[in-house]
Nanobody
Framework: QVQLQESGPGLVKPSQTLSLTCTVS??????????WGWIRQPPGKGLEWMGV???????YYSSSLKSRASISRDTSKNQFSLQLSSVTPEDAAVYYC?????????????WGQGTQVTVSS
């Protein structure tokens, strides 16, 4: 059974960098051909796809985030992480990590429980 668990600070100040980590169990994040993504849901809005890191380390990002988002991984810990720079109150959301069944399919079949992030000074 694949399980994902997000971790990170629940409160970030404006202009700072948000850092979240997703710990995966039950499957190596280097297993072909899966991808591991970050999705967020601002209050009162729908899900927003942010980006993924594929099994081979290739990354893909939402154009709406421009250069603010960065996804990396630590294969020794079976974790992948999100960094979002220059946050504003509009970045407040529940952040989810999830598994994409195949790179580019956008078929997310396993999700973490989500972590609430507030942006406030």
């Amino acid at each position: 059974q694949v399980q994902l668990q997000e971790s990170g600070p629940g409160l970030v100040k404006p202009s700072q960098t948000l850092s979240l980590t997703c710990t995966v169990s039950g499957l190596s994040i280097t297993t072909s051909s899966y991808a591991w993504g970050w999705i967020r849901q601002p209050p009162g809005k729908g899900l927003e796809w942010m980006g993924v890191i594929a099994y081979d380390g290739t990354t893909y990002y939402s154009s709406s985030l421009k250069s603010r988002a960065s996804i990396s991984r630590d294969t020794s810990k079976n974790q992948f992480s999100l960094q979002l720079s220059s946050v504003t109150p509009e970045d407040a959301a529940v952040y989810y990590c999830a598994r994409d069944e195949r790179v580019g399919s956008a078929a997310y079949d396993y999700w973490g429980q989500g972590t609430q992030v507030t942006v406030s000074s």
